[in-house]
């Protein structure tokens, strides 16, 4: 099976842009979508991005997603930061029957 | 509005079986746009998934954790359950069941969790 690998931490000013990477060990992201779920303390995680780069309604277009497919990465991308967006957030996928990986999940700061 | 709930022992022993039961409200458990899963955390660190059903019964496993795991669906009850034989310590997490998008549109793809139970800590210890 793969591994998705994201960055155990990242730091941000409120107001700036933070991007959080989620490399893939094999196989490739043009099989299967991305998802990008974010989860406060305490509580289930919630989805920001499905499918590479949607966002379900409620989600603030601040939230977007992309895909490298020469880096077989993907990114979660947030811009005008709030402290309210300080989270661990974590990527997902399926390998090629279908079971399901999450990546290690990054711990974002927005100091 | 969908909600899901988990149930069961929040303490289990260890080499014994986890039993954990996600009953769901407000939506049928026998829709053919869904599957229904499993995941869990260990305290302090991410998320594993480790399964999922679809309410005919077909299941996709965690290979890591697939000799171990029986998921099962009971549509009469709109419940479906986790089973995890022999665990030890490690097996320490909260579980969440959730449901996972299948079918949109009459696209059927593994698609991603949009509706989550709050999570039920078990703890495995004698």
């Known amino acids: 099976n793969f591994m998705l690998t994201q960055p155990h931490s990242v730091s941000e000013s409120p107001g700036k842009t933070v991007t959080i990477s989620c490399t893939r060990s094999?196989?490739?992201?043009?099989?299967?979508?991305v998802q990008w779920y974010q989860q406060r303390p305490g509580c289930a995680p919630t989805t920001v991005i499905y499918?590479?780069?949607?966002?379900p309604s409620g989600v603030p277009d601040r939230f977007s997603g992309s895909i490298d497919s020469s880096s077989n990465s993907a990114s979660l991308t947030i811009s005008g930061l709030k402290t309210e967006d300080e989270a661990d957030y974590y990527c997902q996928s399926y390998d090629s029957s279908n079971r399901g990986v999450f990546g290690g999940g990054t711990k974002l700061t927005v100091l | 509005q969908l909600q899901l709930q988990e149930s069961g022992p929040g303490l289990v022993k260890p080499s014994e079986t986890l039993s954990l039961t996600c009953t769901v409200s407000?939506?049928?458990?026998?829709?053919?746009?869904?599957?229904w899963g499993w995941i869990r955390q260990p305290p302090g660190k991410g998320l594993e998934w480790i399964g999922s059903i679809y309410y005919s019964g077909s299941t996709y496993y965690n290979p890591s954790l697939k000799s171990r795991v029986t998921i099962s669906v009971d549509t009469s009850k709109n419940q479906f359950s986790l089973k995890l034989s022999s665990v030890t310590a490690a097996d320490t997490a909260v579980y969440y069941c959730a449901r996972r998008i299948y079918c949109t549109n009459g696209v059927c793809y593994p698609g991603y969790f949009d509706y989550w139970g709050q999570g039920t800590l078990v703890t495995v210890s004698s």
């Open positions: 499918e590479d780069n949607q966002r």
């Open positions: 407000g939506g049928s458990i026998s829709s053919s746009s869904y599957y």
């Open positions: 094999s196989g490739s992201f043009a099989s299967n979508y």
